[in-house]
């Protein structure tokens, strides 16, 4: 599975961008998918996730919680993360993640494929 994850960009602290993650493989609607955010020096952190299943749970970092959105379009292949509210402390180069098997969704190495990232900046 390929992924292309773009929609980063620059913004100011309080507005909004939605990132998204279009798959190259058509059982896209199997895997679980998840956005990461890695900041220089710092490790790779769980952001959001959604399950594949007809319910399409999804799971949130306490950071992101109420300001962020994950939902998916199986028809397109495509997962969104919507953000809103943003804040100076959410830039990163925030990555897309699929997973072929279950699991809590939240931990890197529960992912077997990764977009390339794209930048989101948030200034004061």
């Known amino acids: 599975v390929q992924l292309q994850a773009y929609g980063g960009g620059v913004v100011q602290a309080g507005g909004s961008l939605r990132l998204s993650c279009a798959a190259s493989?058509?059982?896209?609607?199997?895997?679980?998918m998840g956005w990461f955010r890695q900041s220089p020096g710092k490790e790779r952190d769980f952001v959001a996730a959604?399950?594949?299943?007809?319910?399409?749970?999804?799971l949130y970092a306490d950071s992101v919680k109420g300001r962020f959105t994950i939902s998916r379009d199986n028809a397109k292949n495509t997962i969104y993360l919507h953000m809103n509210n943003l804040k100076p402390e959410d830039t990163a180069v925030y990555y897309c993640?699929?997973?072929?098997?279950?699991?809590?969704?939240?931990?890197?190495?529960?992912?077997?494929?990764w977009g390339q990232g794209t930048l989101v900046t948030v200034s004061s």
């Open positions: 959604i399950r594949w299943g007809g319910a399409h749970s999804t």
């Open positions: 993640a699929a997973a072929r098997w279950g699991g809590t969704l939240s931990y890197t190495y529960e992912y077997d494929y």
């Open positions: 493989d058509d059982t896209f609607s199997l895997y679980g």
